[in-house]
């Protein structure tokens, strides 16, 4: 099959070629223009949304929480998506309620020159991890980590991706990510049509592990519905989208872009929930699916996660170039610059590919628990619009949150047990909870302290 495989990547990489057009100014490569100075329109920017967040991290994810922990993993990995409904509420707010042209020009409005900086860095990971997960995905479908199939997949894939994406930019990434998203709902349809017809998704095989408050499945769906609130705000994917269209153009799209990826991460997960109902002992999910489905149907499976992997991919290279050239402004905006720093994040993925961790959810979970520091920020500064909060409110959030990350890792990789031996989704929990709370007193204290220490005016008679 990984001939095969091979060749549908060889043929899908053709296409997004064939598709992507060479950007010939700087308004098509970092804001996503067409040759006459258009905007995107509704239908391109809702499937951008969706297949760039549909990534093959994603679908391996929902599938493997589904295999291991039934239809509440599944539940709790598609929480996230509800980022959707979030971000929209947070681009209306921010962009056209208050003016600002980004999420950096709006933290540097309130927390100056440390407001960008603290983002800027957890972003700037964010997109390193998504290049380095997709990466992951795709050479392990192919071969086993240190193969030569897993090299030349994870190779192949980077330098196709990033000349096809350093060609157009912006712009080329919303025309290959409609191109990628009618394809991966043909195969999605495809793959389902297949499950289903051959007898398999019943009630009870979906329904195979009973909810329970205290296992890891329904205890993931709390920690998402922590994290929402702040996950979008730290996904310069999502965000860069908010800033293309006008106003209801831009509140459509993050609406329908909500349900759409829901669905479709339910749908797709609910093929390793399928396979965890029927697993022997110590049978691992992959070989499931190849017992039940065939090699047919695992080819269009593994299909699936190769689209949802090239459609990441380039959207990430066009936000990477965007976060250094316009947004942190560390070069000018030409297209060499953005191009070199496509280069460059790209090359960081791949090494982390190689010599990184191979936890795909761990990745989620620390890059979530870190943007949580963000949480406050959108309760207080943007949707409350508080200009009252002090930088060291800012800074202590953000330090917190960082801090709940790097243990949520230490103890999630096995390296400390400060938390005891619970399962790791329930340390996740009481991290999320310590720093979405702490942070948001954190804001609220700093702002009483600043309306404390105003000056009383004094009535002139």
């Known amino acids: 099959m990984s001939y095969q495989l091979g060749g549908i990547i060889a043929l899908l990489a053709l296409g997004s070629v064939l598709v992507a057009r060479r950007a010939k100014g700087e308004g098509a490569f970092y804001r996503g223009l067409s040759a006459d100075g258009a ?3 509704l239908i391109t920017l809702i499937f951008s949304q969706v297949t760039t967040w549909i990534f093959a991290r994603s679908l391996m994810n929902a599938a493997i929480l589904g295999f291991y922990y039934g239809i509440w993993g599944t539940l709790a990995y598609a929480a996230y998506y509800l980022s959707f409904f979030v971000g929209g509420r947070i681009i209306d707010h921010l962009r056209f309620e208050q003016g600002h042209e980004s999420i950096q020009s709006f933290l540097n409005d309130r927390f100056g020159g440390w407001g960008t ?5 957890v972003i700037g990971v964010r997109l390193v991890s998504e290049v380095f ?6 050479g392990l479908l192919l071969g086993e980590a240190g193969s030569n199939a897993y090299t030349l997949a994870v190779v192949g894939l980077a330098l196709v991706t990033l000349g096809y994406s350093m060609f157009g930019g912006l712009n080329a990434s919303l025309r290959t990510d409609l191109f990628q998203m009618l394809l991966f709902i043909a195969v999605l349809a495809l793959l389902l049509i297949s499950v289903f ?3 398999l998704g019943s009630g009870e095989q979906l329904l195979f592990k009973p909810f329970d408050i205290t296992e890891p499945g329904p205890i993931l769906l709390l920690v ?3 994290q929402v609130w702040s996950y979008p705000m730290h996904d310069p994917v999502m965000m860069d989208r908010g800033f293309l269209a006008d106003r209801d153009t831009t509140r459509r799209s993050f609406l329908h872009a ?7 991460i339910l749908a797709f997960g609910s093929l390793g929930v399928i396979a965890g109902s029927e697993a022997g002992d110590g049978e691992a999910m992959n070989a499931v699916l190849q017992r039940l489905l065939g090699d047919t149907i695992m080819l ?8 949802s992997a090239m459609s990441t991919l380039d959207s990430t290279l066009s936000s990477s170039a965007k976060l250094v050239a316009v947004d942190m402004g560390w070069v000018a905006p030409t297209l060499k610059n953005g191009r070199i720093a496509m280069a460059l994040f790209m090359l960081a993925g791949v090494l982390l590919v190689f010599w990184g961790n191979q936890d795909l959810f761990s990745a989620v979970a620390v890059s979530g628990t870190a943007s949580m520091y963000l949480a406050p920020v959108v309760f207080f500064s943007l949707w409350g619009n508080r200009r009252d909060i002090p930088l060291w409110s800012y800074l202590a959030s953000f330090a917190l949150a960082l801090s709940g990350a790097v243990l949520y890792f230490t103890e999630s990789s096995g390296y400390s047990a400060l938390l005891g031996d619970a399962h790791k989704y329930t340390k996740l929990l009481w991290i999320s909870v310590t720093v979405l709370l702490l942070g ?9 302290l600043q309306t404390a220490a105003r000056p009383i005016p004094v009535a002139v008679e």
Request: with cysteine.
């Open 39 to 41: 905007a995107p329109g």
């Open 117 to 121: 900086a603290c983002y800027n860095f």
């Open 133 to 138: 997960a997709n990466l992951l995905v795709i």
């Open 197 to 199: 017809g051959a007898g």
């Open 224 to 226: 998402a519905l922590l």
């Open 258 to 264: 909500g349900w759409i990826s829901a669905l479709c």
């Open 300 to 307: 269009l499976f593994s299909t699936a996660l190769v689209i």
């Open 440 to 448: 948001c007193l954190l804001f609220w204290v700093g702002g009483r």
